[in-house]
């Protein structure tokens, strides 16, 4: 079960930086946050320390920032700590010690795969400019999700504007656009979720070597997978506790009536509506749209739902925690037939370089 933390913490690693970088970086973004992971204390995007190698210097450069920082971002920053069970000054350094081992989902810290390490003003370009990219798609879905409730139908333009964004943000830097997928908590679920797994699946397209136009129209699927919720009542779609079978049933025509509201967008490639339309749908035939039976489920299809289930089961609800990785992999892995396909399944979690009790071999 996950920790305190609504979501997994951060993949990227950085250089160490001592405390004035730490105040500067801070500076850049609106809720920093402290977290644990195995040895490593991480501040948002940045590991400053191993905490076992060099814990009182952890400490005392932690103690260090909140000494400079106002007093408002000092208290959210220790408030922060406390709900994560890490130690936010010298004095408090013992508990690190005793602090879990791993606070949530944790990501694979491989030093081979660590990017080559950047100067803090790099870091904080790339980071604060990927944040802009990240905030504006949020801000496209939330607009395509309006039109799509005033008028049945969306705007293209914005969507695939958004769309080309991401996929080369993917490519310029797909580990911290992933990671904001992880650690990003503004806005409204419905449209972070949007965006998290358009990225997710342009990450897994771009892995494959998918290019061009192929890449955007998986990116549209993605970004309006569940379009169809629009016409979902409000009760329903915001309802905090678990829903009737009735109202289950009234939530599953999201399938159908996003497959409509996406084809009768002038302009929308027909990969869209068929993402929309089969991403409940499961190898082993279960999952809705009921009477919908499929020899097999486009390759798009199948990414977005792997995706979708990650990013829904790792963000934390009114109605369920933060599951860890390996719970969700144990859903996507879940059945006598497989629901999802296994070797994309593995790449996925190859791709984000997750973290497994026993390592990838587990996989
Ligand atoms: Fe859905
Ligand atoms: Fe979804």
């Not at 650690?183 to 342009?202: D, K, P, Q, R």
């Not at 009735?246 to 009536?257: G, K, L, N, S, Y």
Request: hydrophobic share 40%; glycine share 6%.
């Amino acid at each position: 079960m996950a920790g305190p933390v609504g979501r997994p913490p951060k993949m990227s690693r950085f250089t160490p930086l001592p405390s004035e970088r730490i105040a500067e970086w801070h500076a850049t973004v609106s809720d920093s946050a402290l977290r644990a992971l195995d040895e490593q204390l991480l501040l948002d995007l940045l590991v400053i320390e191993e905490v076992d190698a060099r814990r009182r210097q952890v400490a005392t450069i932690v103690s260090d920032y909140l000494r400079t920082a106002d007093r408002e971002t000092a208290a959210k920053f220790e408030l922060r700590c406390r709900d994560l069970g890490v130690a936010a000054s010298p004095a408090a350094a013992a508990p690190l010690e005793h602090s879990p081992r791993r606070v949530d989902a944790g990501r694979a810290h491989d030093s081979e795969q660590v990017p080559p390490l950047q100067p803090p003003g790099g870091i904080k370009d790339s980071s604060g400019e990927m944040r802009e990219r990240y905030l504006s798609a949020v801000g496209a879905a939330e607009t395509a999700w309006d039109a799509a409730a005033a008028d049945g139908a969306i705007d293209l333009d914005a969507a695939e504007r958004a769309i080309d964004d991401l996929a080369d943000a993917v490519t310029r830097d797909r580990r911290l656009i992933v990671a904001l997928t992880e650690t990003e908590e503004s806005g409204h679920y419905t449209f972070t979720h949007m965006v998290n797994v358009a990225i997710l699946m342009l990450d897994q397209a771009r892995a494959l070597g998918i290019d061009g136009q192929l890449l955007r129209d998986m990116g549209l699927g993605a970004l309006l997978h569940d379009i169809g919720k629009v016409l979902t009542p409000k009760e329903i779609l915001d309802k905090p506790v678990r829903l009737t079978p009735a109202e289950f049933e009234i939530m599953q025509r999201h399938t159908v009536d996003g497959a409509t509201i996406l084809r009768r967008t002038p302009g929308m490639p027909a990969l869209a509506p068929v993402v929309a339309f089969e991403h409940h749908l499961r190898l082993d035939g279960s999952g809705y749209p009921a009477a919908a039976r499929r020899e097999r489920l486009n390759l798009g299809t199948m990414m977005c739902s792997i995706a979708d289930v990650y990013d829904a089961m790792r963000s934390q609800r009114t109605y369920q925690p933060a599951y860890p990785a390996d719970r969700i992999l144990a859903v996507l892995r879940s059945g006598r037939k497989p629901q999802f396909d296994p070797d994309l399944v593995q790449r996925f979690f190859e791709l984000l370089d997750i973290r497994l009790p026993g390592g990838l071999a587990s996989l």
